[in-house]
C-alpha cells in the first residue's frame, strides 16, 4: 500500500469532517437508535480539531482519525474511512501506528464503538479487548 499521510486538521477542515461523518458514521449511530442532525454531527467534528487528523494517499483524502492524549492514557475517539477506500487496510494501518505510538509512550490505548458496529471485529483482531459494554456501546482497552 502506498504511504498514509496524517496532518493535523485544521478548522476548514470541519466542513469535510462533518460530510465525512454523513458517509460513514451516520449510518451506524442511526442502526443504533440515534438520528444526529446535521449540526450534531458538525459539533462533533468540531469538538477537539487539535486532536483530530487528516489521512491521505497520495493525492486522496481518504478519512480521519481523532486521538485524545491524556496523562496515562490515549483514547480513539473517531475514525472514519471514506466509503470507496474502506476494506483495504487502511483503517488497520492506522490504529496499528497508533498502538504503537501508545506502547512507546507507556500509556493505555482505548476507545469506544457501537455494539452493532462491524468496527467491533476490526479492533478485536488488533488486539483490543472489551472492558465494559453498556448503552450498546463497547469499551476497549489495546492489549497489543
Ligand atoms: C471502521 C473503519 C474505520 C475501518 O477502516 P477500513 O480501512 O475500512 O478497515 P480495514 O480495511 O483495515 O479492515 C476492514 C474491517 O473494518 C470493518 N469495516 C469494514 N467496513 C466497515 C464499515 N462500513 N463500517 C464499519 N466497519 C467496517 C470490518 O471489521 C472489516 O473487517 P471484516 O469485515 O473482515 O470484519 C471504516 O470501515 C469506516 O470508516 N467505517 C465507517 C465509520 C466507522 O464505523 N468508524 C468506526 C467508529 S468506532
Known amino acids: ?5 496524517v496532518l493535523g486538521a485544521r478548522p476548514h477542515d470541519v466542513d469535510y469532517l462533518t460530510q465525512l461523518r454523513l458517509r460513514t458514521i451516520h449510518q451506524h449511530i442511526r442502526n443504533a437508535g440515534t ?3 446535521y449540526e450534531e454531527h458538525e459539533l462533533r467534528a468540531r469538538t477537539r480539531l487539535e486532536c483530530c487528523s487528516i489521512l491521505s494517499l497520495g493525492d486522496r483524502t ?3 482519525i481523532k486521538v485524545v492524549r491524556a496523562a496515562g ?6 475514525l472514519q474511512i471514506e ?6 487496510g487502511i483503517g488497520t494501518a492506522v490504529v496499528r501506528q497508533i498502538q504503537r505510538e501508545a506502547r512507546a509512550s507507556g500509556v493505555k490505548l ?3 464503538v457501537l455494539k452493532a458496529n462491524p468496527a467491533l ?3 478485536k483482531r488488533l488486539g483490543f479487548e472489551v472492558l465494559v459494554e453498556a448503552n450498546g456501546i463497547v ?3 489495546s492489549a497489543a
Do not use: A, N
Open 139 to 141: 469499551e476497549m482497552q
Open 1 to 5: 500500500m502506498q504511504q498514509i499521510k
Open 121 to 123: 471485529r476490526l479492533y
Open 83 to 88: 466509503p470507496e477506500f474502506q476494506g483495504r
Open 73 to 78: 492514557s490515549w483514547t480513539i475517539e473517531q
Open 62 to 64: 481518504v478519512g480521519m
Open 110 to 112: 482505548l476507545l469506544g
Open 35 to 37: 438520528d444526529l442532525s
